[in-house]
């Protein structure tokens, strides 16, 4: 039967043409001025595409109208090959690839319609699907962890100090707060969120401290592993360390102070091996009483971003601890009896800011620069 109705049609076709003066006396459609999608293949012109005639309601595949106008569907028939009139409908489809309105599905129908070659534009019309990534990609918003901040509570833009408690001609001074010789300086932060849930915590670390060693290689890890202080940036060195254990009372360095950040309760043993980090490491041939003395009575700039786990309604610590009550003064890279060039570090992007800080940070005592610690958390995620 197919057959047949080509062989009809190609009958019909031949007694038109030789009865017209030219094809442009014939009905829209049929066989115009540039002929119909048959032998001189219009199909775009009125937008009628053979018998449907419905391409012409979207336009996709009438407006076009590549391969009529240029007669290359009527000719080689390529359009009903490959489908070039559809392919160009479909691609002009591709509005509608917010997937919403669906209107690349109607453009892909119409095209359907425009002949043989038309049922490319529906293949168009469903490419227009990709839109659909866009819609994933939502993920990424509710994925940033910015809404568990309030996990951390005072410890976000916490600054702690410890200034000088007397001026003294050297590079040294008096501690604040002294019992019996030392002193201790404790602050803590309760942490919120769900008991028994690990949180994942970014906290940028600035500061001014001097320095101590705490057992590595050992039982802690330097996350700058085994870097001289000599090479750190002097904006700001990485000195953070993740477990170890503090100088003993009578070590070569004991008189120099911890700066001890400790979370409990601890998170489990299958998450991390530690729950005790030092913000002042350094390694044991440079620690202050070294024969390197290359730390000796000197305070460093530090600046670092970290990621550590903390439970739920937890408490996280920070003890530093002096055991001869004397501070090392902020006086520059070069110790001397006068403190000539205190250091500064940026704490530009902090949220929040401190407030009424000024450095370099004197304290108690005019021309006396102590040391200080400043916390921003810049992320909190629940563990996975």
Not at 23 to 33: E, S
Not at 68 to 84: D, E, K, Q, R
Request: with cysteine.
């Amino acid at each position: 039967m197919k057959n047949s109705r080509l062989a009809f049609a190609g009958l019909f076709a031949l007694g038109v043409a030789s009865c017209s003066s030219g094809a442009t006396n014939t009905t829209p459609g049929v066989g115009g001025t540039h002929g119909g999608a048959g032998t001189s293949g219009e199909a775009g012109t009125s937008g009628e595409a053979g018998t449907s005639g419905q391409a012409g309601t979207s336009g996709q595949a009438g407006t076009s109208g590549e391969a009529g106008t240029s007669g290359v569907a009527g000719t080689s028939g390529i359009a009903g090959t490959t489908g070039t009139a559809g392919s160009t409908a479909g691609t002009t489809g591709s509005a509608g690839r917010g997937g919403t309105t669906g209107s690349a599905g109607t453009g892909g129908v119409a095209g359907g319609g425009a002949g043989t070659g038309g049922g490319a534009a529906g293949r168009g019309g469903t490419t227009g699907t990709g839109g659909r990534g866009g819609t994933t990609g939502a993920a990424g918003v509710t994925g940033t962890g910015g809404d568990n901040l309030a996990v951390v509570g005072a410890w976000d833009g916490a600054l702690v100090t410890f200034p000088c408690n007397d001026k003294r001609s050297g590079y040294d001074c008096s501690n604040i707060m002294c019992t019996g010789g030392t002193s201790t300086k404790t602050t803590t932060w309760t942490m919120n969120g769900t008991a028994g849930t690990v949180y994942n915590v970014t906290v940028r670390i600035r500061g001014i401290v001097e320095v101590q060693a705490y057992g590595f290689p050992g039982s802690g890890m330097r996350d700058a592993a085994s870097a001289s202080i000599a090479n750190c940036p002097s904006t700001g060195c990485d000195l953070f360390q993740r477990g170890g254990t503090p100088m003993a009372a009578g070590g070569v360095s004991y008189d120099y102070n911890n700066y001890e950040l400790s979370v409990s309760p601890g998170v489990p043993t299958s998450v991390s091996m530690y729950n005790t980090y030092y913000l002042n490491s350094v390694i044991t041939s440079e620690n202050p009483h070294a024969s390197s003395n290359i730390t000796s009575h000197l305070t460093f700039p530090i600046d670092y971003t970290k990621t550590i786990p903390v439970m739920g309604n937890s408490t996280v610590t920070l003890k530093v601890f002096d055991s001869n009550c004397a501070l090392v003064q902020n006086c520059g890279p070069t110790s001397g009896n006068s403190c000539m060039a205190p250091r500064t570090v940026s704490l530009a992007g902090a949220i929040p800011a401190p407030a009424n800080f000024t450095q370099p940070f004197q304290g108690n005592v005019t021309g006396a620069y102590g040391q200080w610690v400043h916390f921003d958390v810049t992320n909190v995620t629940v563990a996975q």
